[in-house]
């Protein structure tokens, strides 16, 4: 079965700080991909991130970065001096191979507070 | 380039009627997907069209329906609305060739209220 646990349902910080939110997730397969979006109060998801099960290298992207861990079936991302425009819920999906890509699950997202 | 497009953006309907989305993908994206996103049961897969097929399909009763056009543009129906319909619909394309998978982009959604 294929799944995405994000535990975190909200998380609270104040400018500056930095965040880490965790993403968990189950797959048969070998072949998957994984993303993070980010839903602003706006609504529209916006894609950030791809990442491939053959690649567990880290990713930085400015102030955002990415820790895909096969081991623990984890794919967390973490802001570095976060601000108040990263509020936002943020979601990470996974994509089996198999279903040629169409099919994203979603986790139950973690709603970002940033506080100036 | 443009994004993906929906319309309308807010629904009103009533109970037992029936109810048409559309959405319009990002040019030369082949593959558009739908999902639900409620409050209780969060962002839920309903299906993906490619080349006019549908390609996979979520778990949804046979009232949710889509279809796409040759012009990759896709609608999808509600028959026979219920009060759980009311959701945000969103519409994703992604360009869905070969065997990678490709990151999919979100339009704006469809608010339906259904009263």
């Known amino acids: 079965a294929q799944k995405v646990t994000q535990a975190q349902t909200e998380i609270s910080v104040v400018e500056k700080e930095d965040v880490t939110l965790d993403c968990v997730y189950e797959?048969?397969?070998?072949?998957?991909?994984l993303f993070w979006y980010k839903q602003p109060p706006s609504g529209e998801l916006v894609f950030l991130i791809r990442r491939n099960s053959f690649d567990e290298q880290n990713e930085i992207s400015g102030r955002y970065s990415w820790n895909f861990q096969k081991s623990t079936s984890s794919f967390n991302f973490t802001i570095t001096a976060s601000q108040v425009v990263d509020s936002a819920v943020y979601f990470c999906a996974l994509s089996e191979a198999d279903n040629q890509g169409g099919k994203l699950i979603f986790g139950q997202g973690t709603e970002l507070s940033v506080k100036p | 380039k443009a994004g993906v497009t929906q319309t309308p953006r807010y629904l009103i309907k009533t109970r037992g009627q029936q109810v048409t989305l559309s959405c319009s993908p990002i040019s030369g994206h082949r593959s558009v997907s739908w999902y639900q996103q409620t409050p209780g049961q969060g962002l839920q897969f309903l299906f993906e069209?490619?080349?006019?097929?549908?390609?996979n399909k979520g778990n949804f009763p046979g009232r949710f329906s889509g279809r796409q056009f040759s012009n990759s543009r896709s609608e999808m129906n509600v028959s026979t609305l219920e009060l759980g319909d009311s959701a945000l619909y969103l519409c994703?394309?992604?360009?869905?060739?070969?065997?990678?998978?490709?990151?999919?982009?979100f339009g704006p959604g469809t608010r339906l209220t259904v009263t």
């Open positions: 069209y490619f080349s006019e097929t549908q390609r």
């Open positions: 797959t048969r397969d070998t072949t998957y991909y």
């Open positions: 994703a394309s992604s360009l869905g060739v070969g065997r990678t998978t490709y990151e999919q982009y």
